[in-house]
C-alpha cells in the first residue's frame, strides 16, 4: 500500500521534473496552498538537511550573524529562515519573507509565527526590511533565476551585512555562485568570505585548468529516513537518492571588523576524499590553491583515518613533503607528522 495519495506523488513528480529541468523559473508552478505543504513534508526537509549542515559548521567555526535581521529570498516554505531562527534562538527580531508566489508567502509567514510568535514579519526583500543590513538567506533558486534576475539579486545581496546561500550541489550552481557572487561581492573590497573557503583571496576553481572541478559538500541525511516507508517510496517512484546529499554553499559578510576565528593556513576537502589501496586522494582547497593530494596511511594513520570517515569538520592544515600530505590537523586537533 502506498504511503502517498496518487496526487501527492504527481504533484511532486511535477515539481521536482521542473526543478531538475531548469524550467522551473519561467512560471509559478504553486498551484495550491496544499502544493507547498506538500513541498515542505519532503524536499524541503532535504533542503533543511543541508542547512543544518551548513549552519552547524559556522557554529564550530565559532561564527555568527551580527544582524537582528534576516531576509528569505525566495522563501517558498519558508525552510531555511525556520532553520536559520532554530539553530541562533533569540538573534533575529524581524524577518522578511519574499517571493514571487502569494501561496509561499502564505505558508511561510504561517509557520513561521507559530515557530517564533514574538518575530516580527514582513514582506519583500532586503530594501524593504526596516533597518537595512540584514542577513540575506538564499536557498534553491539560482537555476530559476535569468541573468537579468540575478543581477538583480546580487545588488540585495550587495546591501546586506552577510549572506548565506545554499544550492544543490551541481558543476553549474557552483560555479555560477562563484563568478557572479562570490567574486563580485569581492571585487566591491567591503567583503569576505566567512565559509566554505578558507581564505578571500581569489577562487582557485576558475582557473582554466580546474575547470572539471565543483565546490561541493555532503550533508548527512538523519538515519531514521532510511527506516521510514514513506521516504523510501519517494526516493523509489521519484528517483530521489536518500543516501548522498550534496549541497554547494557561500557565506559571506561586509564590513565585518573582527578578524575572523578560524586562523589562517587551513584548507578545506572539496567533496569527498576518494580510497584507493592504502592511501587516500583528497581535493583540498586553499589560498595556495586546488590540488588533489595523496595522503597515505603508513604516513599518517591517525589522519588518515579521521579523513577518510569524514566525521569532522572538512578543515585541515596539512604537512607536506614533495606534493604528499605527510602529517597535518583539524581545526582544534594536535599535529601528526611522519
Ligand atoms: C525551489 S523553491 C526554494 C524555496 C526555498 N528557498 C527552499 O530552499 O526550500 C524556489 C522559490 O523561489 C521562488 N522564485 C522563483 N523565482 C523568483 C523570483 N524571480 N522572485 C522571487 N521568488 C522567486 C519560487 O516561487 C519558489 O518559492
Known amino acids: 500500500m502506498s504511503e502517498w495519495l496518487s496526487s501527492e506523488l ?20 504553486w498551484q495550491s496552498a496544499g502544493d507547498v505543504e506538500l513541498y515542505d513534508r519532503t524536499f524541503a526537509q532535504r533542503i533543511g538537511w543541508k542547512w543544518e549542515a551548513v549552519l552547524g559548521e559556522l557554529s564550530l567555526r565559532g561564527w555568527k550573524p551580527s544582524s537582528e535581521l534576516l531576509v528569505d529570498w525566495g522563501c517558498g516554505s519558508g525552510i531555511a529562515s525556520r532553520t536559520v531562527l532554530s539553530h541562533w534562538p533569540g538573534l533575529f527580531r524581524n524577518v522578511s ?9 502564505s505558508y511561510a509567514s504561517a509557520r513561521l509565527r507559530e515557530l517564533e510568535p514574538d518575530v516580527a514579519q514582513q514582506f519583500g526583500g532586503v530594501e524593504s526590511a526596516s533597518g537595512g543590513g540584514a542577513l540575506l538567506l538564499v536557498s ?20 546586506s551585512s552577510a549572506l548565506i546561500w545554499v544550492e544543490s550541489a551541481t558543476h553549474e550552481n557552483s560555479r555560477r555562485f562563484v563568478e557572479e557572487i562570490r567574486e563580485r561581492l569581492l571585487a566591491t573590497g567591503q567583503w569576505r568570505v566567512v565559509a566554505p573557503c578558507t581564505h578571500s583571496g581569489a577562487c582557485p576553481m576558475l582557473q582554466a585548468d580546474q575547470a572539471r572541478h565543483w565546490c561541493h ?25 536518500l543516501r548522498v546529499l550534496p549541497y554547494s554553499y557561500l557565506v559571506m559578510e561586509r564590513n565585518a571588523q573582527e ?7 587551513f584548507s578545506r576537502v572539496i567533496g569527498e ?28 594513520p591517525a589522519l588518515f583515518k579521521e579523513v577518510r570517515v569524514a566525521e569532522t569538520l572538512p578543515l585541515y592544515k596539512w604537512e607536506e613533503k614533495d606534493g604528499r600530505i605527510v602529517g597535518g590537523h583539524g581545526v582544534g586537533g594536535a599535529p601528526e607528522a611522519d
Open 259 to 265: 578578524p575572523l576565528a578560524l586562523e589562517p593556513g
Open 273 to 300: 576524499p576518494r580510497e584507493f589501496k592504502g592511501y587516500l586522494k583528497v581535493l583540498t582547497c586553499g589560498e595556495d590553491g586546488l590540488a588533489d593530494k595523496v595522503l597515505q596511511k603508513r604516513n599518517a
Open 97 to 105: 519573507l519574499s517571493d514571487r508566489s502569494p501561496l509561499a508567502l
Open 10 to 29: 504527481r504533484t511532486l513528480t511535477r515539481l521536482r521534473d521542473g526543478f531538475l529541468s531548469g524550467n522551473a523559473g519561467a512560471a509559478d508552478y
Open 140 to 159: 534553491h533558486v539560482l537555476t530559476e533565476l535569468s541573468k537579468e534576475q540575478l543581477a538583480r539579486l546580487w545588488k540585495q545581496a550587495a546591501a
Open 217 to 241: 559538500h555532503f550533508a548527512r541525511v538523519p538515519s531514521e529516513v532510511h527506516q521510514d516507508g514513506a521516504w523510501r517510496e519517494i526516493s523509489k517512484k521519484l528517483g530521489v537518492d
